[in-house]
């Protein structure tokens, strides 16, 4: 049943988008985070999606393509550098780093996973009533 | 009568496996939308189908029996939009096949539950109707 397969290849998808949206949530809670003593933030991660071969791979028939998060992968941008000498966190020259999160960027990223999201729990749904349907052949 | 039936009904479960092979396909480049370098990928089912019911004219090497299992000749899509990324998924067309394809799948379930009853109506005997 190669319909079957269907929820192999969607769940891989939404548990990678899920992943996504952890990072993404994970990045925007330390937006605003300072450097701590040893003087590096936090910095972006983003994930890095791969095509997984799903079952016998190898035939050129069964290419069941799922996805997988092949490697989480750090933002090496500079974090932003403010001046405040007051700020507990600031060094000797009176600079607080803050992590290099742009919240512009991850909120793009946010609705991209969550439509992604959407779209393979939609195929999900359309597979589940077709099986369901083809379950009934011969009843009336 | 029953031969023309049975061959009826091999033509459609044909399809259906056609079908639900073609929605696979669909779901993993649906799956595969965010995926940098991934090709769509899709195939041609009227010709795919008339290769497996052996209705050919010289395409009958594009379906393989690998295993049991229909495998149709894949092909790559074209993008419509190119992405930085290389990836050719075009979510708009990924999303209309599938429902095309869902579309035709119950379609085609209904062809064999007709022909299911049909064979069903002519096996009961006239007084137990």
Same mark, same amino acid.
């Given at each position: 049943m190669s319909m079957l397969r269907i929820f192999d290849i969607a769940g891989s998808a939404v548990s990678a988008q899920s992943q996504r949206l952890n990072v993404v949530a994970s990045n925007l809670a330390n937006a605003d985070t300072v450097a701590g003593p040893d003087g590096s933030a936090y910095r972006a991660r983003q994930v890095v999606f791969q095509t997984a071969l799903m079952?016998?791979?190898?035939?050129?028939?069964?290419? #069941?393509a799922g996805v997988r998060v092949s490697t989480i992968s750090e933002d090496t941008r500079p974090g932003r550098r403010l001046?405040?000498?007051?700020?507990?966190?600031?060094d000797a020259e009176g600079y607080v780093t803050y992590s290099n999160v742009n919240p512009v960027e991850e909120m793009v990223n946010m609705i991209s996973a969550s439509r992604s999201y959407q779209n393979n729990v939609e195929v999900m749904n359309t597979a589940r009533s077709l099986l369901l349907k083809t379950l009934q052949i011969g009843q009336s | 009568m029953i031969a023309r039936l049975t061959e009826s009904l091999d033509f459609h479960s044909q399809a259906l496996m056609l079908r639900a092979e073609r929605q696979r396909l669909i779901a993993g480049n649906i799956a595969n939308a965010? #995926?940098?370098g991934y090709q769509a990928r899709d195939f041609d089912f009227a010709a795919a189908l008339r290769a497996a019911t052996g209705?050919?004219?010289?395409?009958?090497?594009?379906v393989m029996h690998a295993g049991g299992r229909l495998s149709p000749a894949l092909r790559y899509a074209v993008p419509s939009q190119t992405s930085l990324d290389n990836n050719t998924v075009d979510m708009d067309r990924e999303r209309s096949a599938f429902a095309d394809n869902a579309v035709k799948y119950e379609s085609t379930l209904r062809f064999i539950n007709g022909s299911v009853r049909t064979m069903l109506d002519a096996m009961k005997s006239h007084n137990q109707a």
């Open positions: 079952g016998s791979a190898g035939r050129e028939g069964d290419a #069941t001046h405040d000498p007051k700020h507990p966190g600031a | 965010d #995926t940098p209705r050919t004219d010289g395409i009958a090497s594009s």
